[in-house]
């Protein structure tokens, strides 16, 4: 929301934690100041300028359109992001999402992904973020790029594509006109290094239960291709099932700086934008503790029970998130990750088990049945889902419903893992359904964070057998 769109209630709110400097809000709004033309974050060592010189936003991206840049001291760029799916519909949410992973793809592109046309792309993002798809993504790339000239010693020519420009001149150009700096203002005394290593910061809002989704992880890795460590998640990955965009990150967290330190390798530089949107999604970090520990505890989760800082754990793709609900089917988590590392080693081309991405959904399609342990149907259900996702690599849930053995439960938890989409209540889960009897709970007042109800559940089961 643009100033003008916002309440009474919500202005107060912005106010009241602007003045306390209230580290929980941080990302969820900016303060801009009409005196000296820049914009904070609520938590800006700044001195506090009087009310009637300040503006609020929601988005960062609207600040810039209104003509301000970020502070230098603060930088909104470094800020944990905005919940996607906060107060607007889901296909402005995925667009969003779509126009910061897919730099490359123009917003006709985008808008034929979604199904609809660029005009009411643009009508959309123009009521619900104030702006046109274009300048969306143009201010994120900037932001982006800005972050990365702090962070780390890039060249400029490396950054530029990295966030989408054709160039470092159209960097510049459009970094002086949004931020009325150039790259080499922004990077002082900054040595450059041309490796292809990225190492920057993630931040979060606090709580966040880094035990709780490290021994989540921890219990699902598969060795091949993950690493779980006290204070870090590592991954090889590939991008798009693509194996000349294959890469690694090693995410360790940092809870005296609410981030985690993200070191990237990529074989290509327009990789970058995409990853860090991964790496992002699949630890949670934009999510907003005090909205979801509110309406969990209006669906009845007593607050003795009720974890502090709950996050929501992702896996890579859609597709690997389905892998691994089919092969866990009727069977201990053990033993489905011990499937997975089996197939896993089977792709991996050097056989030593140091470097592996995820098999491809042709690889999984075509894969022989003496190489998997289960049953026939089972193993008859995973080929076809990975030949749904070979002809379509994103089918809808009504086509992976139609494929024999596959039910909501399987086609959810992929929403809700593989696309971290926050309503997916696992309603049916025998866990969930035994903890919310238990507790009386009503799961429609958690909405729209049913996903993390399913996760509270999991995690109050675990308690309990621990």
């Known amino acids: 929301m643009t100033q003008s769109m916002l309440s009474n209630s919500h202005t107060d709110t912005f106010r009241t ?38 503006e609020y936003f929601t988005h960062r991206q609207q600040a810039m359109q209104a003509g301000y840049r970020p502070c230098l001291r603060c930088r909104p760029d470094s800020a944990p992001g905005s919940p996607a799916w906060r107060g607007v519909d889901t296909t402005v949410e995925r667009a969003l999402t779509l126009l910061l992973a897919y730099p490359d793809l123009s917003v006709e592109n985008i808008a034929n992904k979604l199904g609809i046309t660029s005009r009411y792309l643009h009508k959309l993002t123009q009521q619900h973020v104030g702006m046109g798809p274009k300048h969306y993504r143009q201010y994120s790339q900037v932001l982006l790029a800005k972050q990365l000239l702090h962070q780390t010693r890039l060249s400029v020519e490396h950054i530029a594509h990295s966030v989408g420009f054709s160039s470092s001149r159209r960097l510049q150009a459009q970094m002086k006109s949004v931020t009325q700096l150039t790259p080499t203002q ?41 690493e779980v460590t006290d204070n870090s998640y590592a991954r090889y990955f590939q991008l798009d099932y693509d194996p000349a965009k294959n890469g690694f990150f090693r995410a360790t967290h940092l809870p005296e700086k609410q981030a985690f330190r993200v070191e990237i390798q990529v074989a290509h530089m327009p990789m970058l934008l995409p990853v860090i949107q991964h790496v992002r999604r699949i630890l949670d970090l934009d999510a907003d503790p005090m909205a ?4 969990l505890s209006a669906s009845g989760v007593p607050s003795n029970l009720l974890t502090q800082g709950l996050r929501l754990p992702g896996v890579w793709s859609p597709f690997e998130a389905g892998c691994r609900a089919i092969l866990g089917q009727q069977v201990s988590v053990t033993s489905a990750i011990n499937q997975l590392q089996r197939i896993c080693l089977y792709y991996n081309d050097s056989r030593d088990g140091t470097a592996c991405a995820f098999p491809t959904p042709t690889q999984i399609a075509s894969i022989s049945d ?29 086509s992976l419903l139609a494929i024999k053995g596959i039910g909501p439960w399987t086609v959810n938890y992929l929403r809700m893992r593989g696309l971290s989409q926050p309503d997916m209540f696992l309603g049916t889960d025998l866990v ?25 559940l ?5 308690q309990e057998n621990s």
């Not at 979801?292 to 309406?295: A, D, L, V, Y």
């Open 17 to 54: 934690a602007r003045m306390t400097r209230d580290k929980r809000f941080d990302g969820l709004f900016f303060i801009a100041v009409k005196t000296t033309g820049i914009f904070c974050r609520p938590i800006c060592p700044a001195n506090l300028p009087n009310e009637e010189n300040v």
């Open 186 to 226: 922004i990077r002082r005394n900054h040595e450059e290094n041309r490796s292809d290593a990225i190492e920057l910061m993630l931040h979060y809002r606090a709580p966040y239960d880094w035990p709780a989704l490290r021994d989540f992880m921890a219990l699902r890795a598969i060795k091949p291709i993950e």
């Open 292 to 295: 979801i520990m509110s309406k």
């Open 370 to 398: 003496d190489l998997l342990k289960m049953p026939l149907a089972r193993k008859r259900a995973l080929r076809a889902f990975a030949e749904c996702f070979t002809n379509d690599p994103h089918p809808s849930p009504e």
């Open 432 to 456: 969930v359904s035994r903890i919310q009897q238990k507790l009386t709970l009503n799961p429609t007042k958690a909405s729209p964070w049913g996903s993390y109800l399913t996760f509270q």
């Open 458 to 462: 999991w995690q109050i089961a675990t």
